[in-house]
């Protein structure tokens, strides 16, 4: 797999965290020690052996798996901001061969969508809140809608994206923006990397989401054999935003058919929101420095955080 080289401490991404590199040393060092944890991450390499598909609609979707760390090695009474965006993988745009299961590439990229970082909700807060317990960006969305104005994570459909977490000191030094560069570190993991689609396209991914999510119950057998038809009635019964379009596998090229007992299942369960959304929390919020519930959203050029993915130097 191509991609860079993955450890677990502050040198993971950016040329100025990397181990032993110019400006390592020059890291704040309320960043230089942490240490960043991908939690479900056996789960999360599951889905990427199958080629991981993450939907998008015009309103929004969270992600399954929710994207969740650990942290440590921070300094327990500095303050961090937390945040996320997503960067392409390649220069290329892809399709999906059902006859051989795979992903084939179909051109060269469409122009790239707006660049935005995702704020966890809780940010700023002290180091020793952020370490006590696990960070999940549950409220998270991914949308396709080039037009969007509620601070969701847009992204091309049939792109591949790699999610990136970034630790950012809040340094109350007043010249703080001249060294910016100094007080964030970032982080990535090649096996949270992703396709962007309005509709699954591997049917084993869409099995893999039913038996993993806990809020898919509803739509689970005691046969893992009926999945691919429980799947498919999912399509044909979860639109994601009040529209017609589809959730799941385009499994009518796939020549199954979904059980009456999957069908009444399906029909019953009070899963079938749940598996086109996570369970709803309160709306997304993008926050710095203050916490009066107004949203504030930036560009990644923000935090001067390069926003393409680099294969230099790679060798994973």
């Known amino acids: 797999m191509n991609g860079l080289v993955l450890s677990q401490g502050c040198e993971l991404t950016l040329p100025g965290c990397t181990d032993g590199g110019p400006l390592f040393g020059n890291k704040a060092p309320q960043v230089c020690g942490v240490r960043v944890e991908l939690e479900m991450q056996a789960l999360w390499r599951q889905f990427d052996q199958l080629g991981t598909e993450m939907i998008v ?115 109350p030094a007043p010249d703080s923006h001249l060294n910016a560069y100094k007080n964030f570190c970032s982080f990535s993991f090649p096996e949270t990397r992703f396709m962007a689609v309005t509709a699954y396209q591997n049917h084993r991914i869409t099995q893999l989401k039913i038996a993993s999510n806990p809020f898919a119950k509803g739509f689970r057998t005691s046969d893992p054999q009926a999945w691919e038809g429980t799947a498919r009635s999912l399509e044909a019964s979860c639109p994601p935003d009040g529209s017609t379009e589809p959730l799941s596998t385009k499994s009518r090229e796939q020549g199954t058919c979904p059980s009456k007992s999957s069908s009444r299942q399906i029909g019953s369960s009070s899963a079938l929101l749940q598996e086109c959304e996570l369970p709803r929390h309160k709306e997304d919020s993008v926050e710095l420095g203050k916490r009066d519930g107004t949203g504030l ?12 993915w680099d294969y230099a130097g790679s060798s994973h």
């Open 57 to 171: 609609t015009k309103s929004g979707r969270r992600m399954f798996p929710t994207f969740q760390v650990r942290i440590s090695g921070m300094d327990p009474s500095a303050e961090y901001v937390l945040l996320m965006d997503f960067i392409p993988v390649d220069d290329k745009r892809y399709r999906y061969a059902f006859h051989s299961s795979s992903w084939l590439v179909a051109g060269r990229a469409d122009v790239a969508a707006p660049s935005r970082m995702h704020f966890h909700p809780d940010s700023p807060a002290p180091g020793a809140q952020w370490m006590k317990q696990t960070v999940s960006f549950d409220t998270l969305k991914l949308t396709n809608n080039l037009l969007d104005d509620n601070g969701h994570m847009i992204l091309n459909s049939m792109h591949r994206y790699q999610p990136r977490f970034h630790v950012v000191y809040v340094d």
């Open 297 to 308: 959203m930036t560009h990644a050029h923000f935090l001067h955080i390069p926003v393409y």
